[in-house]
């Protein structure tokens, strides 16, 4: 798990050895390889019993057994108890006391890296979320709302933020620091020695609380008037991984509930199912009245199913991020014959070499050895005393500065060489500050540098804003849903691209970060300001208000509505949240399962003939005493989502349709019917109204399209002459989603028996595997799976048992374009007996076959039929 600016969400790999875990009674998960977990630490989750042994006693009965040692006790969000083992015990043992429901590993998180840089103006960012108005025309402010934001922890002596800690008027009056500065994820043993005060000395923590409790003049937040407390979990940036672990995250959320806030930040996840530790206790925080607000993740460009946890937990407000409208930032100014021209900066290269030049000094465009603008030649000009501005593309952005500082350069600016933002990190071996810019400023900073002399100048703290071309569009980065089981995520969006905020005084009091890590603290402050606005509304109202007065979004190439697993219900409008007089409930309707015929009783779809369609019921409430409304019901069509393409192939971006507005087949388009598509609701009244979803015929089901829209209710009070409208996102597959492959489709090659080094075996019939001639079973997951089995079989059709790494629960899907594109299992002469891998066997000499088994999504992990199998071709075992 990991902070969620820049990248995702996932459980990534540290290259800490992975403990091998053990399942007896289903009690025990298993991670694959890739999954880094702390070796000799458990998360033991007990079984609710009012009436059995209290976690206390749990815990006493843990000490006593040699070798175990109870670290962390929880009782209130998660039933359980974090320990710490000698290498001596097995999972075994720990899963086979009396009233253990399931053993966790204790997996590691962490920050991998945040995006570019970039100084917001407030006022405007406020605007289209009704921030402003809810601020400057209501006169609210968050004040007496208590909010917990569980993070990296927070510079409170920067003066937007405060500068104080737990004095008196002070906006921090909670907190504590659960990891102290010491703890390296890399270490076996990680050292846990927590501060008297949660200071951050990374960043995410300072500029997440600036997004939510800012005071001006630069940066202000959403709710400056409420009270906070921030519970640091995660550690120090150590080899640039910024980590955490299940537990601490854990206790930084129990002590947060403790301190009785109304709201909950998490601009952190990773996993995807709401069986996860971390979701479960957020689940129970929503229970127990709190409002949870959660990170969906930043893994959009891996596509479908990358929402993380704990967003995917239950009742959890999942957010996901829109770009902001203007990029403020850093700038270059660079005087060329042709005139002075300001160029936005990247976050520099490295946060020990910032892109810092208060005076002019030369610049130029070289060439290298190789006559190019590459710049991965090396060069024979020198570039002394000189910043050298380099094209993007062939080498790495640390071979490009490399060569430019052995050349002389005391300064590098890598353009573009497509449309985007760049994040040019570099290694050690770079002593030179290194920045990027985009390609249009590249290529004009270039053509005027040729006409003469030129220089540039980057004085610190110099900044300008500039409109950004994607300002309110979904961010690339924004992870989509849906859950594995098929529930919309996010539940909406908020600005969180490209967005300016206060950061640690020591590494320059401001930046831009753009990550739902920036968009969740949005949204917590916009929780803020309703609660302050309206007490008495509950959790479930909170979410319902929030959801069903957010603005769909369109997107602005194709003029189509985004797929509600994408934005979830639209942005954020908080001023509409506050005034609306009325609630949509539920406030999103995720088709999970459908019926497949003619629907009967709606004389406008039968000619459709038989249809895949699901009935659901929306209960319309009028929560104004005094007016009846009219409300009238439209269907807005957004998108079709793919991850495949025509050929069934899996791609990687989701491809969307219709792929313009012109000529698009109706019967490709999902269809909507209600029993009432007008109704009148009495002052303080409710009325239910059946919904029928019609999945659309016409797209081919070998693509597997995910269909969307929006619920359009037009609302209309009694003498007044003006509507307003509220929105229900409704999202489905399109196809019988039970029977969906989870496995990739044949043509990736996978799954596949592989060398050590990832080679396919040609000729399995002739592989030999001995104790010194492993192979390894590598497969993908194109969508999550709860339960994955590889097992051996002799060739008399007998399991023998499961291969090493071969059990693994609630698995994530593998993403191309992270840490875990792959799946594996070790291919040897040994076996476990048990689901995890505690009783090795040595197989006798034969003729075996490698059987995969991954279950299908809703699938019963009882029933064999609802699994996806493979299976190897027979080799032999000496
Ligand atoms: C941010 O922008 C505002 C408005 O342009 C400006 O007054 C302020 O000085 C800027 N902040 C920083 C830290 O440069
Ligand atoms: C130099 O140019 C040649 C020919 O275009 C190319 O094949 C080679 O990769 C280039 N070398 C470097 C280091 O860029
Ligand atoms: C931000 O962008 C919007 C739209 O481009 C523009 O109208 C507004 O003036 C910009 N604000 C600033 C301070 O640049
Ligand atoms: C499918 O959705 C329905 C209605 O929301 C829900 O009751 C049911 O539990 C869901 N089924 C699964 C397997 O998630
Ligand atoms: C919702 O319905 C209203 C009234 O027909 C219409 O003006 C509006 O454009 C619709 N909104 C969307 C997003 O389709
Ligand atoms: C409307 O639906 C809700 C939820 O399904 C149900 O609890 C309620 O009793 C229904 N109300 C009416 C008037 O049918
Ligand atoms: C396999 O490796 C072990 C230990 O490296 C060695 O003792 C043994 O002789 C090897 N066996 C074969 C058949 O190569
Ligand atoms: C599977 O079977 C086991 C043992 O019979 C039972 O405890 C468990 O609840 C079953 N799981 C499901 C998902 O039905």
């Given at each position: 798990?990991?902070?969620?600016?820049?990248?995702?969400?996932?459980?990534?790999?540290?290259?800490?050895?992975?403990?091998?875990?053990?399942?007896?009674?289903?009690?025990?998960?298993?991670?694959?390889?890739?999954?880094?977990?702390?070796?000799?630490?458990?998360?033991?989750?007990?079984?609710?019993?009012?009436?059995?042994?209290?976690?206390?006693?749990?815990?006493?009965?843990?000490?006593?057994?040699?070798?175990?040692?109870?670290?962390?006790?929880?009782?209130?969000?998660?039933?359980?108890?974090?320990?710490?083992?000698?290498?001596?015990?097995?999972?075994?043992?720990?899963?086979?006391?009396?009233?253990?429901?399931?053993?966790?590993?204790?997996?590691?998180?962490?920050?991998?890296?945040?995006?570019?840089?970039?100084n917001i103006?407030y006022?405007?960012l406020?605007?289209?979320?009704?921030?402003?108005?809810?601020?400057?025309?209501?006169?609210?402010?968050?004040?007496?709302?208590?909010?917990?934001?569980?993070?990296?922890?927070?510079?409170?002596?920067h003066p937007e933020l405060?500068?104080?800690?737990?004095?008196?008027?002070?906006?921090?009056?909670?907190?504590?620091?659960?990891?102290?500065?010491?703890?390296?994820?890399?270490?076996?043993?990680?050292?846990?020695?927590?501060?008297?005060?949660?200071?951050?000395?990374?960043?995410?923590?300072t500029h997440?609380a600036g997004i939510l409790s800012g005071q001006g003049p630069n940066v202000y937040g959403?709710?400056p008037?409420?009270?906070?407390?921030?519970?640091?979990?995660?550690?120090?940036?150590?080899?640039?991984?910024?980590?955490?672990?299940?537990?601490?995250?854990?206790?930084?959320?129990?002590?947060?509930?403790?301190?009785?806030?109304?709201?909950?930040?998490?601009?952190?996840?990773?996993?995807?199912?709401?069986?996860?530790?971390?979701?479960?206790?957020?689940?129970?925080?929503?229970?127990?009245?709190?409002?949870?607000?959660?990170?969906?993740?930043?893994?959009?460009?891996?596509?479908?199913?990358?929402?993380?946890?704990?967003?995917?937990?239950?009742?959890?407000?999942?957010?996901?991020?829109?770009?902001?409208?203007?990029?403020?930032?850093?700038?270059?100014?660079?005087?060329?014959?042709?005139?002075?021209?300001?160029?936005?900066?990247?976050?520099?290269?490295?946060?020990?070499?910032?892109?810092?030049?208060?005076?002019?000094?030369?610049?130029?465009?070289?060439?290298?050895?190789?006559?190019?603008?590459?710049?991965?030649?090396?060069?024979?000009?020198?570039?002394?005393?000189?910043?050298?501005?380099?094209?993007?593309?062939?080498?790495?952005?640390?071979?490009?500065?490399?060569?430019?500082?052995?050349?002389?350069?005391?300064?590098?600016?890598?353009?573009?060489?497509?449309?985007?933002?760049?994040?040019?990190?570099?290694?050690?071996?770079?002593?030179?500050?290194?920045?990027?810019?985009?390609?249009?400023?590249?290529?004009?900073?270039?053509?005027?540098?040729?006409?003469?002399?030129?220089?540039?100048?980057?004085?610190?703290?110099?900044?300008?804003?500039?409109?950004?071309?994607?300002?309110?569009?979904?961010?690339?980065?924004?992870?989509?849903?849906?859950?594995?089981?098929?529930?919309?995520?996010?539940?909406?969006?908020?600005?969180?691209?490209?967005i300016w905020s206060t950061y640690?005084?020591?590494?320059?009091s401001y930046a831009?970060?753009?990550?739902?890590?920036?968009?969740?603290?949005?949204?917590?402050?916009?929780?803020?300001?309703?609660?302050?606005?309206?007490?008495?509304?509950?959790?479930?109202?909170?979410?319902?208000?929030?959801?069903?007065?957010?603005?769909?979004?369109?997107?602005?190439?194709?003029?189509?509505?985004?797929?509600?697993?994408?934005?979830?219900?639209?942005?954020?409008?908080?001023?509409?949240?506050?005034?609306?007089?009325?609630?949509?409930?539920?406030?999103?309707?995720?088709?999970?399962?459908?019926?497949?015929?003619?629907?009967?009783?709606?004389?406008?779809?039968?000619?459709?003939?038989?249809?895949?369609?699901?009935?659901?019921?929306?209960?319309?409430?009028?929560?104004?005493?005094?007016?009846?409304?009219?409300?009238?019901?439209?269907?807005?069509?957004?998108?079709?989502?793919?991850?495949?393409?025509?050929?069934?192939?899996?791609?990687?971006?989701?491809?969307?349709?219709?792929?313009?507005?012109?000529?698009?087949?109706?019967?490709?388009?999902?269809?909507?019917?209600?029993?009432?598509?007008?109704?009148?609701?009495?002052?303080?009244?409710?009325?239910?109204?059946?919904?029928?979803?019609?999945?659309?015929?016409?797209?081919?089901?070998?693509?597997?399209?995910?269909?969307?829209?929006?619920?359009?209710?037009?609302?209309?009070?009694?003498?007044?002459?003006?509507?307003?409208?509220?929105?229900?996102?409704?999202?489905?597959?399109?196809?019988?989603?039970?029977?969906?492959?989870?496995?990739?489709?044949?043509?990736?090659?996978?799954?596949?028996?592989?060398?050590?080094?990832?080679?396919?075996?040609?000729?399995?019939?002739?592989?030999?595997?001995?104790?010194?001639?492993?192979?390894?079973?590598?497969?993908?997951?194109?969508?999550?799976?709860?339960?994955?089995?590889?097992?051996?079989?002799?060739?008399?059709?007998?399991?023998?048992?499961?291969?090493?790494?071969?059990?693994?629960?609630?698995?994530?899907?593998?993403?191309?374009?992270?840490?875990?594109?792959?799946?594996?299992?070790?291919?040897?002469?040994?076996?476990?007996?048990?689901?995890?891998?505690?009783?090795?066997?040595?197989?006798?000499?034969?003729?075996?076959?490698?059987?995969?088994?991954?279950?299908?999504?809703?699938?019963?992990?009882?029933?064999?039929?609802?699994?996806?199998?493979?299976?190897?071709?027979?080799?032999?075992?000496?």
């Amino acid at each position: 798990m990991i902070l969620t600016s820049g990248v995702v969400f996932t459980v990534a790999c540290l290259g800490v050895v992975s403990a091998q875990l053990t399942f007896v009674d289903n009690k025990v998960v298993t991670y694959p390889p890739y999954v880094a977990v702390k070796r000799g630490a458990y998360i033991v989750e007990l079984e609710h019993s009012k009436a059995g042994p209290s976690t206390a006693a749990y815990a006493a009965s843990f000490n006593s057994i040699s070798d175990v040692w109870v670290s962390s006790q929880f009782s209130t969000l998660f039933n359980g108890l974090a320990v710490s083992t000698s290498d001596s015990i097995s999972v075994e043992q720990l899963a086979s006391v009396q009233g253990v429901k399931r053993v966790w590993p204790v997996r590691y998180h962490r920050l991998p890296y945040r995006m570019s840089t970039a100084n917001i103006t407030y006022p405007y960012l406020h605007q289209p979320t009704g921030v402003s108005r809810a601020l400057h025309e209501l006169g609210l402010n968050g004040k007496g709302i208590k909010v917990g934001i569980v993070d990296t922890g927070v510079d409170y002596t920067h003066p937007e933020l405060g500068n104080c800690w737990k004095t008196t008027d002070c906006p921090w009056q909670y907190g504590a620091d659960f990891i102290g500065d010491k703890f390296d994820s890399s270490s076996p043993n990680p050292i846990i020695i927590p501060n008297a005060t949660p200071m951050d000395c990374d960043g995410h923590g300072t500029h997440v609380a600036g997004i939510l409790s800012g005071q001006g003049p630069n940066v202000y937040g959403v709710a400056p008037g409420a009270t906070y407390g921030m519970y640091r979990v995660f550690s120090c940036p150590v080899n640039g991984n910024v980590a955490s672990t299940d537990d601490i995250i854990l206790r930084g959320i129990e002590a947060a509930y403790q301190d009785g806030h109304d709201i909950i930040s998490l601009s952190l996840g990773g996993g995807s199912w709401p069986e996860d530790p971390i979701s479960v206790a957020c689940s129970k925080l929503v229970k127990k009245g709190v409002v949870v607000v959660a990170a969906n993740g930043n893994d959009g460009a891996n596509g479908l199913y990358t929402a993380g946890t704990p967003a995917v937990g239950h009742g959890v407000i999942a957010v996901g991020s829109v770009d902001n409208w203007n990029i403020t930032g850093a700038i270059a100014e660079f005087t060329t014959p042709q005139g002075s021209r300001s160029v936005l900066l990247s976050t520099p290269g490295s946060d020990r070499y910032p892109f810092i030049f208060e005076a002019d000094v030369p610049v130029v465009a070289p060439m290298d050895r190789n006559g190019s603008a590459l710049g991965c030649a090396g060069y024979a000009v020198s570039l002394s005393g000189k910043i050298a501005v380099i094209q993007r593309g062939v080498c790495s952005f640390a071979q490009k500065a490399a060569a430019a500082q052995t050349a002389g350069a005391i300064g590098v600016v890598i353009y573009n060489n497509m449309a985007g933002t760049l994040s040019p990190s570099v290694d050690g071996t770079v002593t030179v500050p290194v920045v990027a810019i985009s390609q249009a400023d590249g290529l004009a900073v270039v053509a005027d540098i040729a006409t003469g002399p030129s220089t540039v100048k980057a004085p610190n703290k110099l900044v300008g804003t500039f409109p950004a071309s994607t300002g309110g569009q979904m961010s690339l980065f924004s992870s989509y849903g849906p859950s594995p089981e098929l529930v919309i995520e996010p539940l909406l969006s908020a600005p969180g691209g490209n967005i300016w905020s206060t950061y640690p005084q020591r590494l320059g009091s401001y930046a831009s970060l753009s990550g739902t890590s920036m968009a969740t603290p949005y949204v917590s402050g916009t929780v803020a300001l309703l609660k302050q606005a309206r007490p008495e509304l509950s959790v479930k109202e909170i979410r319902s208000v929030l959801a069903n007065s957010a603005k769909p979004l369109r997107d602005v190439a194709t003029g189509q509505m985004i797929h509600p697993y994408w934005s979830g219900s639209g942005l954020v409008n908080v001023y509409d949240a506050i005034k609306s007089r009325a609630m949509i409930n539920p406030p999103e309707l995720s088709i999970n399962e459908t019926t497949w015929g003619p629907v009967p009783g709606f004389d406008q779809l039968q000619a459709l003939g038989s249809v895949r369609w699901a009935q659901r019921s929306v209960t319309i409430v009028n929560t104004d005493r005094n007016k009846g409304m009219d409300v009238w019901l439209e269907s807005s069509v957004a998108d079709s989502l793919s991850m495949y393409s025509v050929d069934g192939n899996i791609g990687v971006a989701p491809r969307t349709w219709p792929a313009s507005s012109a000529s698009v087949p109706p019967n490709t388009l999902p269809q909507i019917a209600a029993t009432d598509s007008h109704v009148y609701v009495a002052a303080g009244q409710s009325k239910n109204i059946t919904v029928i979803v019609v999945a659309p015929p016409g797209l081919r089901e070998l693509e597997k399209w995910f269909y969307g829209g929006y619920l359009n209710f037009t609302l209309k009070w009694d003498q007044e002459s003006t509507a307003s409208n509220l929105f229900v996102p409704y999202a489905g597959y399109n196809g019988d989603y039970r029977a969906a492959d989870v496995l990739s489709t044949p043509s990736s090659g996978l799954p596949a028996l592989t060398d050590s080094n990832q080679v396919a075996i040609a000729d399995v019939s002739k592989l030999v595997v001995s104790a010194n001639n492993t192979a390894l079973l590598l497969y993908r997951l194109d969508v999550p799976s709860r339960v994955v089995s590889a097992t051996l079989v002799d060739a008399g059709g007998n399991t023998v048992g499961y291969l090493p790494f071969g059990y693994n629960e609630y698995n994530a899907r593998n993403l191309p374009k992270g840490d875990n594109p792959l799946s594996g299992a070790t291919v040897s002469d040994l076996v476990f007996t048990d689901k995890g891998s505690a009783h090795a066997i040595k197989v006798p000499a034969g003729k075996y076959h490698v059987h995969l088994a991954a279950l299908r999504p809703l699938g019963d992990a009882n029933n064999s039929k609802d699994y996806q199998t493979w299976d190897s071709d027979q080799y032999s075992i000496a």
